[in-house]
């Protein structure tokens, strides 16, 4: 079945640097990347996807790259802010939802 | 637009006695239906997950159940809960591929 890696586990950075977090997956049948931010006490909150006819995407300070050859994509945040402070999970799945595997998350921590 | 209500917030229930945790989902069909356990400070664990009324599959064997009674509503239950079964649980929907999480449980066993 489907393996979701993900580094670093936690990664603190000051405000306005940029943090970069990286997910690998082991099934080349996935298809869809999606990112979830988790803040404190609540449910992830999907920010941003990717999916496999398209190599990068980018919504304001938020971006994903994917290689589909060596199977890893990645996260992008510029001009971090503190609220930016999270959890964040990389999932990986097919088209068909039933083989959606999330990585084990990574601690974001925006210093101000 | 698509939303998911899932309650309570927060609960604390003591050794033995029983669990009844409910979804619904609101603006869409026939979605896959996922209920997830977080334990403090870690990952995502999926524990069931529904492609239609009745159709249950469980990914870990343990002291749990789910049902689907309706298209748009999943619910997670227990007969008598252990202290393992402490943590934060997560109901989510798709339409694949795309998946969204309602805001969680709360669950302390005492």
């Known amino acids: 079945g489907e393996n979701v890696e993900q580094h670093p586990s936690t990664l603190s950075v000051q405000e306005g640097d940029s943090a970069v977090i990286k997910c690998t997956y082991s099934d080349s049948a996935s298809n869809y990347f999606p990112w979830y931010k988790q803040e404190l006490g609540k449910g992830p909150q999907l920010i941003i996807d990717i999916r496999s006819n398209v190599g990068e995407k980018k919504d304001q300070r938020i971006a994903v790259t994917l290689n589909k050859t060596a199977k890893h994509f990645s996260l992008h945040i510029t001009e971090t802010q503190p609220e930016d402070s999270a959890v964040y999970f990389c999932?990986?799945?097919?088209?068909?939802?039933?083989?959606?595997?999330f990585g084990p998350g990574t601690r974001l921590s925006v210093l101000p | 637009s698509q939303t998911i209500h899932q309650w309570p917030a927060t609960l604390v229930q003591p050794v033995g006695s029983p669990l009844s945790l409910e979804c619904t989902v609101e603006g869409t069909s026939n979605p896959n239906l996922y209920w997830y356990r977080q334990a403090a400070g870690r990952g995502l664990q999926l524990l069931f997950y529904s492609v239609g009324i009745g159709q249950i599959s469980s990914e870990v064997p343990q002291n749990l159940s789910a049902s689907r009674p309706q298209d748009r509503q999943f619910i997670l239950s227990s007969k008598k809960l252990l202290l393992s079964d402490s943590g934060f649980y997560l109901c989510?929907?798709?339409?694949?591929?795309?998946?969204?999480f309602g805001q969680g449980t709360r669950l302390t066993v005492v």
């Open positions: 999932a990986a799945a097919d088209n068909y939802g039933q083989n959606f595997v």
């Open positions: 989510a929907w798709s339409v694949p591929p795309e998946a969204f």
